[in-house]
């Protein structure tokens, strides 16, 4: 299911025509059971995903564990690069 | 690895997504404190130096940068994303940053301009450890990745 972007209201909007190919039902994100007939697919179509290598990077508030504060992203590269990793504990 | 490139103005943050496989021990996230809760955990137990970003309840970060479950990103100055890889492995995204890096000192000197390549890269992934991994978020997170447990 392709769906425009769901950015929150304090991030910058990705241009225009540049569309997430990930489904944005907020029930479904935080899922309980894994499924990897579900997640597979994403893994697979990565590389075609549409943000890649020379295009602008998105940036939304994220929430600082150390201390709670809210950062924007785009303060992480104003200086000079940045490396970000996703991740979980599990 | 940040500590290294540090002096070269080289931001390396965690950005908390939901939980890839939830289990009894860790559930998958159903408040901004649950998810605060992992990330205390996994700061002490993987003694994470970075900052550790939370991003919200609904993945809006996650999902917009291609919500896999470990990627790495390396994002330049002004926010032009420089690599992108499905998964993180350390001696890919070192080789990815000195490249970026040298490639911005000589730019000018030399008359460089970027263009984008693609190519496949390779990572370590021991099954056992996975599995260990698995165990520490609960059963479930087990039989759900492996399938259930056969009774003999």
């Known amino acids: 299911?392709?769906?425009?972007?769901t950015a929150s209201a304090s991030s910058e909007t990705m241009d225009a025509g540049d569309e997430a190919e990930i489904p944005v039902k907020g029930e479904e994100?935080?899922?309980a059971v894994f499924d990897l007939g579900r997640e597979e697919p994403k893994i697979q179509a990565f590389?075609?995903?549409?943000?890649?290598?020379?295009?602008?990077?998105p940036?939304?508030?994220?929430?600082?564990l150390g201390g709670g504060a809210l950062v924007e992203m785009k303060e992480l590269w104003a200086a000079g690069p940045a490396i970000l990793e996703f991740g979980s504990f599990t | 690895m940040a500590r290294r490139y540090a002096?070269?103005?080289?931001r390396s943050v965690f950005v908390y997504t939901r939980e890839a496989h939830p289990g009894e021990s860790y559930r998958h996230h159903t408040s901004m404190d649950d998810k605060r809760h992992h990330a205390r955990a996994f700061k002490e137990h993987c003694r994470v130096e970075r900052p550790i970003?939370?991003?919200d309840l609904a993945g809006t970060a996650h999902r917009a940068y291609g919500m896999l479950p470990n990627m790495t990103w390396i994002i330049g100055r002004g926010g032009v994303i420089h690599y992108k890889a499905a998964w993180t492995d350390r001696?890919?995204?070192?080789?990815?940053?000195?490249?970026t890096l040298d490639g911005l000192e000589r730019r000018v000197a030399e008359q460089l301009a970027p263009f984008h390549s693609e190519r496949l890269a390779w990572r370590v992934r021991d099954m056992e450890a996975f599995r260990r991994e698995l165990?520490?978020?609960g059963a479930q997170a087990v039989s759900d990745f492996f399938g259930p447990r056969r009774e003999d």
Request: aromatic share 10%; hydrophobic share 45%.
């Open chain 1, 47 to 57: 590389g075609e995903f549409s943000l890649r290598p020379g295009g602008r990077a």
């Open chain 1, 59 to 64: 940036s939304f508030a994220l929430e600082d």
């Open chain 1, 1 to 5: 299911m392709r769906a425009i972007s």
């Open chain 1, 29 to 31: 994100y935080n899922y």
């Open chain 2, 135 to 137: 165990e520490r978020a």
């Open chain 2, 53 to 55: 970003l939370l991003d």
């Open chain 2, 7 to 10: 002096n070269r103005a080289v």
């Open chain 2, 91 to 99: 001696a890919d995204i070192e080789a990815a940053l000195n490249a």
